[in-house]
């Protein structure tokens, strides 16, 4: 059965960090770009960043460049998005997705075959 869950969000100071991590079971992810999206309250979802599943080439939202670090581990069927210097802006849902091939910053929806629940990032003081 093929699972996609996200980990690692959580209540987090302005300026702060996390680091959420995206665990794949039921296939492996070498075939598959990695993308991480966000969604807040009353706004539509947003792509933030992906990784191509080959080279490896990496692409982000403007909103999170110089912040955000999207990473993978094809070894241990995971990937992860290190956010750093976070802002209350930066609230939302964090969601994980997995595109067959390479990605782009259009970050189109559906081009995304699986998605993981979501986890809860909250940027507040």
């Known amino acids: 059965q093929v699972q996609l869950v996200e980990s690692g969000g959580g209540l987090v100071q302005p300026g702060g960090s996390l680091r959420l991590v995206c665990s794949a079971s039921?296939?492996?992810?070498?075939?598959?770009?990695i993308g991480w999206f966000r969604q807040a309250p009353g706004k539509e979802r947003e792509g933030v960043s992906c990784i191509s599943s080959r080279i490896g080439s990496t692409y982000y939202a403007d909103s999170v460049k110089g912040r955000f670090t999207i990473s993978r581990d094809n070894a241990k069927n995971t990937g992860y998005l290190q956010m750093s210097s976070l802002q209350p802006e930066d609230t939302a849902v964090y969601y994980c997705?997995?595109?067959?091939?390479?990605?782009?910053?259009?970050?189109?929806?559906?081009?995304?075959?699986?998605w993981g629940q979501g986890t809860q990032v909250t940027v507040s003081s």
């Open positions: 997705a997995l595109e067959r091939g390479s990605c782009s910053d259009n970050f189109y929806f559906w081009a995304y075959e699986y």
């Open positions: 039921g296939f492996t992810l070498d075939d598959y770009s």
